[in-house]
T-cell receptor
Framework: DSGVTQTPKHLITATGQRVTLRCSPR?????VYWYQQSLDQGLQFLIQ???????AKGNILERFSAQQFPDLHSELNLSSLELGDSALYFC????????????FGPGTRLLVL | EDQVTQSPEALRLQEGESSSLNCSYT??????LFWYRQDPGKGPEFLFT???AGEEKEKERLKATLTKKESFLHITAPKPEDSATYLC????????????FGKGMKLTVNP
């Protein structure tokens, strides 16, 4: 158990809908990262927050957004969902970030029908 | 652009048959190289972090090494419970703290 929690574990929804994925980092960790894992692309970095502020953006679509709250939990919002958004979404956390190990949560499996 | 290539993509071993997994990387400057293990439908589980060429780390039957261009994960006398996908990732110096992952290597150890 990494100490990172994610909810829900599974999500099934329809195209065009909007969903919210939630992540609680390990106790004491200030950085939260979101990654997407699909069969053909592997693990891809989406976005990072550090202590409530956006720190880095990766290949995140404009339809996706995220935020980190004062209690340090983070939410990833996915809107106007398409079939291709079906994937595993992982959250990871680290104390600060530079050179530190990122610990991953169990993931949310999203299926868009 | 930072890149990570893992080989082979899949590997089948008999229990007790030692082998090595390769991770080649291209980064402007390496801040750290990370090895993770991932079981089907689960999140990546941290194994090792390596920071500089020549560094080695061990844990049970696994040993990770690092050179300036690649890293190896050596598996000694593997057991069926070592079956998993092994992921290699790099974090580059300067700017983003994101991890750039390889596509992984699926290891199957037969009893």
């Amino acid at each position: 158990d990494s100490g990172v929690t994610q909810t829900p574990k599974h999500l099934i929804t329809a195209t065009g809908q909007r969903v919210t994925l939630r992540c609680s980092p390990r106790s004491g960790d200030l950085s939260v990262y979101w990654y997407q894992q699909s069969l053909d692309q592997g693990l891809q970095f989406l976005i990072q927050y550090y202590n409530g502020e956006e720190r880095a953006k990766g290949n995140i679509l404009e339809r996706f957004s995220a935020q980190q709250f004062p209690d340090l939990h983070s939410e990833l919002n996915l809107s106007s969902l398409e079939l291709g958004d079906s994937a595993l979404y992982f959250c990871a956390s680290s104390q600060t970030g530079f050179g530190e190990t990122q610990y991953f949560g169990p993931g949310t499996r999203l299926l868009v029908l | 652009e930072d890149q990570v290539t893992q080989s082979p993509e899949a590997l089948r071993l008999q229990e007790g048959e030692s082998s090595s997994l390769n991770c080649s990387y291209t980064v402007s400057g390496l801040r750290g190289l990370f090895w993770y293990r991932q079981d089907p439908g689960k999140g990546p589980e941290f194994l090792f972090t390596l920071y500089s060429a020549g560094e080695e780390k061990e844990k049970e039957r696994l040993k990770a090494t690092l050179t300036k261009k690649e890293s190896f994960l050596h598996i000694t006398a593997p057991k069926p419970e070592d079956s998993a996908t092994y992921l290699c990732a790099v974090q580059a110096e300067g700017g983003s703290e994101k991890l750039v992952f390889g596509k992984g290597m699926k290891l199957t150890v037969n009893p």
